[in-house]
Structures are given as C-alpha cells and as structure tokens.
C-alpha cells in the first residue's frame, strides 16, 4: 500500500521558517515526479511546488517562488519543503503528492500537515 507521511508541520510565527518532510512508500519513488500542495477552508488546493525525477527540475507558484525550495532525497524516498520567510497568509493543510511524469495528474496523496503562520 503506497503511502506518503508528511512531517513538520507547526506553528511559527511571521517571518519564520519551517522545512516540512514527505516520506514515501514507493517502490520506484525515483520515477515519480513529486509536488506540494497547500488548502484553506472554503479553497480550491493549490500547487505551491514541484520537483523532476532527479531533482534537477523544479517549479515554483508565484505565491512561494524565492521563499519556498522543493528539494528531494532519491536515496531515502523523501521530498522536502523548506519554507522560508513566512507569512500569515501561508497558513493552510500543506500535502505532498506524487504522478508520473507521463500524465499531470498526481496520484498519491498524503494526509496533510497543518501550518500556521501568526502574525
């Protein structure tokens, strides 16, 4: 059974970081193209980021770009999230998902994480 934990999550205040961890039960997690995602009550999920089979590819919503960084551990089945600079605004259930890099849609989800930003 594929599963994704996500870890990390917190409360910090305005200006803070927190780096948010993905563990994955994929057998061929390096196949997997793996992305971010956050929600607000009442939001449609948004992607914030995602990362290419090796690592060497990233991208970045316009919301996070130069304060989040997608990195990924190929080695250890774990993609991560380190968040920067935050604000009160970025206060949402963070997940990590996981697609092929053949279709855009991802196919394995984690639980979530709650982050709070106070401000």
């Known amino acids: 059974q594929v599963q994704l934990v996500e870890s990390g999550g917190g409360l910090v205040q305005a200006g803070g970081s927190l780096r948010l961890s993905c563990a994955a039960s994929?057998?061929?997690?390096?196949?997997?193209?793996m992305g971010w995602f956050r929600q607000v009550p009442g939001k449609e999920r948004e992607l914030l980021a995602s990362?290419?089979?090796?690592?060497?590819?990233?991208y970045y919503s316009n919301s996070v770009k130069g304060r989040f960084t997608i990195s990924r551990d190929n080695a250890k089945n774990t993609v991560f999230l380190q968040m920067n600079s935050l604000k009160p605004e970025d206060t949402a259930v963070y997940y990590c998902?996981?697609?092929?890099?053949?279709?855009?849609?991802?196919?394995?989800w984690g639980q979530g994480t709650q982050v709070t930003v106070s401000s």
């Open positions: 994929l057998r061929t997690f390096s196949t997997y193209i």
């Open positions: 998902a996981a697609r092929f890099s053949t279709t855009m849609t991802y196919r394995y």
């Open positions: 990362i290419s089979l090796s690592g060497g590819g990233t």
